[in-house]
């Protein structure tokens, strides 16, 4: 019999706790590591969609990119939606298991996954820890340079769809051949991307200050700007390979397809209301 505790010590080695930053909350957040396994869903978000895909599917297991329960809390209450969803998991003999910024760091991680989904192969991290392997970011290459009109849309068939889409700042016809990449909210790594000397770094959440003062300075790389749940999704299969490989044929695994990114609509405008502004 496999258990929910076999699964939680392979995605341990793989993702080892001790790569975590110090604020975060990574590992077991609710269920019994002696409860029996069969199924596990792997997605990025924790949340009502999420459980509620699980509990569908039979899962005995979801394990998430990102915690629940980031900061200290009193308690649990049902009529919270941490706490309903807590209370939701346990009624139903769920378990979720989160791995955070270990998972970010570890050698492979999420940014590999990033780079592998874009196509890029990857060379090391883009902000290395002591060891030289493990970090967050990564840099890779492309085969070949090609334009970064070309890139940008490379980027946007290699991730899901989401509202928001891809924003990407620079010029159309750049050369782009290394790259890096930054799962997750970005901003934090434009200094290290410019002075990596990348031609292109592609990351989320980027905000307007940092975006527009990067862009400004001289050999800055082009930026590619992704949905946060879009750039760390390709992680989930990574993890289920963890999970495949380390368990056997004894438990399916799945990717959520659910997408859990929050923005859920998108207007552009019409032509006349922007028509009179220039770059
Ligand atoms: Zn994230």
Same mark, same amino acid.
């Given at each position: 019999?496999?258990?929910?505790?076999?699964?939680?010590?392979?995605?341990?080695?793989?993702?080892?706790?001790?790569?975590?930053?110090?604020?975060?909350?990574?590992?077991?957040?609710?269920?019994?590591?002696?409860?029996?396994?069969?199924?596990?869903?792997?997605?990025?978000? #924790?949340?009502?969609?999420? *459980?509620?895909?699980? %509990?569908? /599917? =039979?899962?005995? @297991?979801?394990? +998430? $990119?990102?915690?629940?329960?980031?900061?200290?809390?009193?308690?649990?209450?049902?009529?919270? #939606?941490?706490?309903?969803? *807590?209370?939701?998991? %346990?009624? /139903? =003999?769920?378990? @979720?298991?989160? +791995? $955070?910024?270990?998972?970010?760091?570890?050698?492979?991680?999420?940014?590999?996954?990033?780079?592998?989904?874009?196509?890029?192969?990857?060379?090391?991290?883009? /902000?290395?820890?002591?060891?030289?392997?493990?970090?967050?970011?990564?840099?890779?290459?492309?085969?070949?340079?090609?334009?970064?009109?070309?890139?940008?849309?490379?980027?946007?068939?290699?991730?899901?769809?989401?509202?928001?889409?891809?924003?990407?700042?620079?010029?159309?016809?750049?050369?782009?051949?290394?790259?890096?990449?930054?799962?997750?909210?970005?901003?934090?790594?434009?200094?290290?991307?410019?002075?990596?000397?990348?031609?292109?770094?592609?990351?989320?959440?980027?905000?307007?200050?940092?975006?527009?003062?990067?862009?400004?300075?001289?050999?800055?790389?082009?930026?590619?700007?992704?949905?946060?749940?879009?750039?760390?999704?390709?992680?989930?299969?990574?993890?289920?390979?963890?999970?495949?490989?380390?368990?056997?044929?004894?438990?399916?695994?799945?990717?959520?397809?659910?997408?859990?990114?929050?923005?859920?609509?998108?207007?552009?405008?019409?032509?006349?209301?922007?028509?009179?502004?220039?770059?």
């Amino acid at each position: 019999m496999t258990t929910v505790g076999a699964a939680v010590a392979a995605l341990e080695r793989a993702y080892p706790p001790g790569l975590a930053e110090s604020w975060d909350a990574v590992g077991l957040v609710c269920g019994d590591p002696a409860d029996e396994l069969t199924r596990v869903l792997v997605c990025v978000d #924790p949340t009502q969609s999420t *459980v509620d895909e699980a %509990v569908a /599917n =039979g899962a005995q @297991l979801v394990v +998430a $990119h990102h915690p629940l329960l980031l900061k200290g809390v009193h308690g649990v209450p049902a009529d919270t #939606p941490k706490g309903a969803l *807590v209370h939701k998991m %346990v009624r /139903n =003999g769920v378990a @979720l298991f989160c +791995a $955070h910024t270990n998972a970010d760091s570890a050698d492979p991680g999420v940014s590999d996954a990033l780079a592998e989904a874009i196509g890029l192969t990857v060379t090391g991290p883009l /902000n290395p820890n002591a060891d030289g392997k493990t970090g967050i970011g990564r840099i890779g290459e492309l085969s070949e340079a090609e334009p970064f009109a070309v890139f940008v849309e490379r980027v946007a068939e290699a991730l899901p769809y989401t509202e928001g889409g891809v924003r990407a700042a620079g010029d159309p016809n750049r050369p782009i051949k290394r790259v890096a990449v930054s799962g997750g909210a970005g901003d934090s790594y434009l200094t290290v991307a410019t002075e990596a000397g990348v031609d292109a770094f592609v990351t989320a959440d980027l905000r307007h200050h940092p975006a527009s003062e990067h862009t400004a300075l001289p050999g800055a790389p082009a930026l590619v700007d992704v949905a946060h749940w879009a750039s760390e999704w390709p992680w989930c299969g990574q993890a289920a390979a963890v999970l495949r490989a380390a368990l056997g044929g004894t438990v399916t695994v799945d990717v959520s397809i659910r997408r859990t990114d929050p923005w859920t609509a998108q207007a552009a405008g019409a032509p006349s209301r922007t028509g009179r502004f220039t770059g």
